[in-house]
């Protein structure tokens, strides 16, 4: 038996099935079901993926690659320039309840702090969402019915065989 040195947790290596431009499918949490577009990987070894949001209503987002199924559809990013990493997803720190009614005067300057943090934050991922939204929709225009699909969700019917399916 080989023991490893460390337990800590590795990044992904990836997928060959999954390239930048892509079309995959999200199989888990509140976007389930919807077909995104792959615009990169991150170095933590999650995807960068959008909807784009114009079309399906999905943001900008990390994506476990465990949690996607990759089609073959393509999209092409010519003009996309999604300078986005890890760090731009960066939790802030959001208070309780109870954390805010027993808050004394520092910690009512702390909490006034992560609120505009939260706020500036929201309106740059505003600005990113369009202009990566802008460039991605004008390539999708130019390929027939791919709008309808990137619009659609991901379904399976009575008598569908997944395994036989090829995407």
Excluded: C
Excluded at 51 to 72: F, Q
């Amino acid at each position: 038996m080989i023991k490893r040195a460390s337990k800590r947790p590795r990044a992904s290596t990836g997928r060959k099935s999954i390239q930048p431009g892509n079309v995959v499918i999200l199989l888990s949490g509140p976007s389930r079901g919807r077909r995104v577009v792959a615009l990169k990987s991150l170095k933590s070894g999650n995807l960068l993926v959008t909807g784009p949001y114009a079309v399906n209503g999905v943001p900008l987002r990390r994506v476990n690659p465990a949690y996607v199924l990759a089609t073959t559809t393509k999209v092409s990013l010519d003009g996309v320039n999604a300078n986005v990493d890890d760090t731009f997803f960066k939790s802030h720190k959001k208070f309780t309840k109870n954390e805010l009614k027993s808050a004394s005067d520092i910690r009512l300057k702390q909490v006034e702090e992560s609120k505009q943090q939260e706020t500036k934050w929201r309106s740059e991922l505003k600005g990113v969402q369009k202009t990566v939204d802008a460039k991605l929709i004008e390539n999708i225009k130019k390929v027939e019915h791919l709008k309808g699909y990137l619009g659609t969700r991901f379904t399976i019917s009575n008598g569908t065989k997944p395994h036989e399916l090829r995407f």
